[in-house]
C-alpha cells in the first residue's frame, strides 16, 4: 500500500493499494467518530461495490445508510443535490457523522458539495472508482455541482477526511471510461514531468496502475499544498480544461470530459507552437501520445460556438482568461490572455 500525505486546510492521507475497498470502515475508523456513515453512489457502482462497502463499515461499528444517485453528470444538479440532503435530514445524520462518496467523479463533486454544506459541514471519505478520480478529482479539495449555464458553477473548496483508492475496482471500468482517465494522467506528464510522460508512452497505463495513480496524486498534493484555492499554480491543472469545456458545453456534455481535455491539450499544444511558445516536435509528441492512448485530438464545432461557450467558463476572471501553455513536454506556464484574443488562440489550435 501507499500512502500519500497531503496537506491543505485540513490535512489527510490518500491510501493507494489493491484490497483496500474490503478495508474502509477500519480506515474510517482511525479518522472518524462517526456513528453513521452514508454511502453515496451511482446507479453502476453501487451494484459492483456497495455490499463491500457497505460490510466493511459496518464490522467497524457504523451504522450504514446509502443512497443510489441516477447515472451520469446529470447527478451534479441542483435537483439531486435537493434530494440527497432531504435525504440525509431525514435519516437524521448529524454533524459528527460521515458521508462515503463511492464512485467516479460525479459521484465525488456531489457528495463533496453535500457533505461540505449539510448542517455547514460534515466529513466526507472519497473512494474513487473510475481511473479520474483516482488522479484527479477525489483529491484536492474541489466540490461542485452544475447549473443549467455551465459546469461546476456551484461549489466550494472542501477536503475529506480520507481518500482510498482500491485500483483493482478499476477492472470493471469501461474501456472508454479508463482512456478518458488517461487524458488526465497524460496531463501530468505534459504540465509537469518529461520522466512521467516517457513512462506513460513506453508502458501501457494498467501494467503500472498503482505507480500512475501515485505518481498523479503526489503531483497534484504538491500544487494544491502551494495553493489550494486555485489562485494561481493550481491553475496549472487546467491544461487542455478551456478549450475542453467549451468542446463539452457544445456537445451538449456528449463528449466525455477525459476526450474533451484530449482535444483541448491537442489545441492549446498546436495554438502555442504557432505562436512560438513550443516546438513543433513537442506538438507531434504530445500528438502521437494522445492518439496512442485512443484519444481524439480534433473537434469540427465551428469557432463562434467555441468562443461563446468559452464565455461563460468559470476560468473567465473579467476580461481575461488564463490559458495553460506547453513550452515543452513537462513543462507548462500560466498565460493571461484578454478574451478579445482567445477566438485567436482557438483558431490557431486548429479548432473551427
Ligand atoms: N473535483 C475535481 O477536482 C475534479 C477534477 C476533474 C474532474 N471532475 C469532475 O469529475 C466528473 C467526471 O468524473 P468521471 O470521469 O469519474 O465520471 P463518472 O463519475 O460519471 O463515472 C464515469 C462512468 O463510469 C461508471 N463507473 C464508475 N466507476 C466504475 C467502476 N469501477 N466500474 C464500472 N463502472 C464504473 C459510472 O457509473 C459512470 O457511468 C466531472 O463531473 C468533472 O467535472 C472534478
Ligand atoms: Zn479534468
Same mark, same amino acid.
Given at each position: 500500500?501507499?500512502?500519500?500525505?497531503?496537506?491543505?486546510?485540513?490535512?489527510?492521507?490518500?491510501?493507494?493499494?489493491?484490497?483496500?475497498?474490503?478495508?474502509?470502515?477500519?480506515?474510517?475508523?482511525?479518522?472518524?467518530?462517526?456513528?453513521?456513515?452514508?454511502?453515496?453512489?451511482?446507479?453502476?457502482?453501487?451494484?459492483?461495490?456497495?455490499?463491500?462497502?457497505?460490510?466493511?463499515?459496518?464490522?467497524?461499528?457504523?451504522?450504514?445508510?446509502?443512497? /443510489?444517485?441516477?447515472?451520469?453528470? =446529470? &447527478?451534479?444538479?441542483?435537483? @439531486?443535490? +435537493? !434530494?440527497?440532503?432531504?435525504? *440525509?435530514?431525514?435519516?437524521?445524520?448529524?454533524?459528527?457523522?460521515?458521508?462515503?462518496?463511492?464512485?467516479?467523479?460525479?459521484?465525488?463533486?456531489?457528495?463533496?458539495?453535500?457533505?461540505?454544506?449539510?448542517?455547514?459541514?460534515?466529513?466526507?471519505?472519497? /473512494?474513487?472508482?473510475?481511473?479520474? =478520480? &483516482?488522479?484527479?478529482?477525489? @483529491?484536492? +479539495? !474541489?466540490?461542485?455541482?452544475? *447549473?443549467?449555464?455551465?459546469?461546476?458553477?456551484?461549489?466550494?473548496?472542501?477536503?475529506?477526511?480520507?481518500?482510498?483508492?482500491?485500483?483493482?475496482?478499476?477492472?470493471?471500468?469501461?474501456?472508454?471510461?479508463?482512456?478518458?482517465?488517461?487524458?488526465?494522467?497524460?496531463?501530468?506528464?505534459?504540465?509537469?514531468?518529461?520522466?512521467?510522460?516517457?513512462?506513460?508512452?513506453?508502458?501501457?497505463?494498467?501494467?503500472?496502475?498503482?505507480?500512475?495513480?501515485?505518481?498523479?496524486?503526489?503531483?497534484?498534493?504538491?500544487?494544491?499544498?502551494?495553493?489550494?484555492?486555485?489562485?494561481?499554480?493550481?491553475?496549472?491543472?487546467?491544461?487542455?480544461?478551456?478549450?475542453?469545456?467549451?468542446?463539452?458545453?457544445?456537445?451538449?456534455?456528449?463528449?466525455?470530459?477525459?476526450?474533451?481535455?484530449?482535444?483541448?491539450?491537442?489545441?492549446?499544444?498546436?495554438?502555442?507552437?504557432?505562436?512560438?511558445?513550443?516546438?513543433?516536435?513537442?506538438?507531434?509528441?504530445?500528438?502521437?501520445?494522445?492518439?496512442?492512448?485512443?484519444?481524439?485530438?480534433?473537434?469540427?464545432?465551428?469557432?463562434?460556438?467555441?468562443?461563446?461557450?468559452?464565455?461563460?467558463?468559470?476560468?473567465?476572471?473579467?476580461?481575461?482568461?488564463?490559458?495553460?501553455?506547453?513550452?515543452?513536454?513537462?513543462?507548462?506556464?500560466?498565460?493571461?490572455?484578454?478574451?478579445?484574443?482567445?477566438?485567436?488562440?482557438?483558431?490557431?489550435?486548429?479548432?473551427?
Amino acid at each position: 500500500m501507499t500512502v500519500v500525505p497531503v496537506k491543505a486546510s485540513r490535512d489527510y492521507e490518500v491510501l493507494i493499494g489493491a484490497g483496500l475497498l474490503d478495508e474502509l470502515g477500519s480506515r474510517l475508523r482511525r479518522v472518524s467518530g462517526a456513528k453513521t456513515a452514508a454511502v453515496i453512489s451511482g446507479e453502476h457502482v453501487f451494484p459492483l461495490y456497495g455490499a463491500r462497502a457497505i460490510a466493511s463499515l459496518e464490522a467497524a461499528g457504523f451504522r450504514v445508510i446509502h443512497y /443510489v444517485l441516477p447515472q451520469g453528470e =446529470a &447527478a451534479k444538479s441542483l435537483a @439531486v443535490y +435537493g !434530494k440527497l440532503l432531504d435525504f *440525509l435530514s431525514v435519516n437524521r445524520m448529524t454533524r459528527g457523522d460521515v458521508l462515503v462518496a463511492l464512485g467516479g467523479g460525479v459521484t465525488g463533486d456531489l457528495t463533496g458539495f453535500a457533505a461540505a454544506t449539510y448542517q455547514r459541514g460534515v466529513g466526507f471519505v472519497q /473512494v474513487p472508482t473510475t481511473l479520474l =478520480a &483516482a488522479v484527479d478529482s477525489s @483529491v484536492g +479539495g !474541489k466540490t461542485a455541482i452544475n *447549473l443549467p449555464t455551465g459546469k461546476n458553477q456551484v461549489g466550494c473548496f472542501y477536503q475529506p477526511l480520507l481518500v482510498l483508492c482500491d485500483p483493482t475496482v478499476l477492472d470493471t471500468l469501461p474501456e472508454e471510461e479508463f482512456r478518458c482517465g488517461s487524458a488526465e494522467v497524460l496531463k501530468y506528464g505534459v504540465l509537469g514531468s518529461r520522466a512521467f510522460f516517457d513512462e506513460l508512452v513506453r508502458t501501457p497505463i494498467h501494467k503500472q496502475l498503482e505507480h500512475v495513480i501515485r505518481t498523479c496524486v503526489e503531483m497534484k498534493r504538491d500544487i494544491v499544498a502551494e495553493d489550494e484555492f486555485d489562485r494561481g499554480k493550481r491553475q496549472l491543472l487546467n491544461l487542455g480544461h478551456s478549450f475542453g469545456h467549451a468542446v463539452e458545453a457544445c456537445s451538449g456534455f456528449t463528449v466525455l470530459h477525459g476526450q474533451a481535455v484530449a482535444i483541448g491539450m491537442a489545441a492549446i499544444t498546436r495554438a502555442a507552437a504557432a505562436k512560438g511558445c513550443c516546438s513543433q516536435e513537442t506538438v507531434d509528441e504530445l500528438l502521437a501520445a494522445l492518439e496512442q492512448f485512443g484519444l481524439p485530438t480534433h473537434t469540427e464545432y465551428p469557432l463562434d460556438d467555441m468562443v461563446r461557450s468559452v464565455y461563460t467558463d468559470k476560468k473567465l476572471d473579467g476580461d481575461t482568461m488564463h490559458l495553460v501553455v506547453p513550452e515543452a513536454i513537462g513543462r507548462c506556464r500560466i498565460q493571461a490572455v484578454p478574451i478579445t484574443e482567445v477566438r485567436d488562440w482557438m483558431r490557431l489550435g486548429g479548432i473551427g
